[in-house]
């Protein structure tokens, strides 16, 4: 199978997070655009943003027992996003494949079972862009649980051999304090645990920075991994294509994978 890249487009890039289901339709075009010039096999994931965590915050998922009502409207509107990013993405040249996953996957002690990795694969190599997104997922305990795209990515990278891993995000990667502290420093190399004001790669209720950069850590260690600013014109696609960009690169875990 050819080996892909892994492209991760947050959800503060497709989505205005200050107002609900509220949709960059601009924004996410160029980035589309840019990762179709690269001219690579890749799997493209994208966050919920305002199209989901504002309607899973509503229903309180994953503090008490998922109720029907709560489901049906978060999966409606990671599915309405969805919609609109496969639609953008086949304007863009990607041959894009959706994968929904609130179906067939499901949690297994503290990973996912069922992911169709099979399926993914015969894609890439027929020459579709596989595109996955954060979602809800059948949970043993609450019903169902988010699953984001961090986590996805993660799961992918250990069975798909990829050739890079990209988050793109709406700041210029990590940094050592709030990046809105104007002696905040960008860190370009991120080979530790990063300090609790330290800030970046868009945090948000799927993971916080700190579970961000553990999935990212761990995708490391099967191939190189950034942390870039998508909003930059041309950053995504000169990542891609192996130039030199503002960015923080991930550094392994050096003991191991952390649970999934």
């Not at 890039?13 to 200050?18: F, G, P, S, V």
């Not at 589309?32 to 509503?58: M, Y």
Request: charged fraction near 20%; glycine fraction near 10%.
């Amino acid at each position: 199978m050819a080996r892909p890249a892994l492209v991760k487009l947050g959800g503060s890039l497709l989505t205005d997070k200050a107002e609900e289901s509220s949709f960059r339709r601009p924004s996410t075009r160029r980035l589309l655009a840019e990762v179709a010039k690269a001219n690579l096999p890749t799997v493209l994931l994208h966050g919920a943003g305002s199209f989901g965590h504002p309607q899973a915050a509503r229903h309180r998922l994953g503090e008490a027992k998922a109720k029907p009502d709560g489901v049906s409207e978060i999966l409606a509107a990671v599915g309405a996003l969805a919609a609109q990013v496969v639609s953008l993405a086949h304007e863009a040249g990607l041959r894009p494949l959706a994968f929904p996953l609130h179906q067939a996957v499901r949690v297994e002690g503290h990973g996912l079972a069922d992911l169709p990795f099979e399926g993914i694969g015969r894609a890439i190599e027929e020459g579709y862009t596989p595109v996955l997104h954060g979602t809800l997922v059948r949970d043993p305990t609450l019903g169902w649980r988010v699953v984001s795209a961090d986590e996805l990515m993660q799961e992918l990278a250990g069975e798909l051999t990829p050739r890079l891993a990209v988050f793109a995000t709406n700041v210029d990667g990590v940094f050592d304090r709030d990046p809105a502290d104007p002696a905040a420093r960008l860190l370009t190399k991120v080979n530790g645990q990063v300090s609790p004001g330290a800030a970046g790669a868009g945090s948000d209720v799927t993971g916080r920075m700190a579970g961000k950069l553990a999935r990212a850590r761990a995708i490391a260690a099967h191939c190189p991994t950034l942390i870039l600013n998508g909003e930059v014109r041309g950053r995504l696609l000169d990542a891609l294509k192996g130039k030199p960009v503002p960015c923080s690169r991930v550094e392994p875990h050096e003991t191991g994978l952390p649970p999934r």
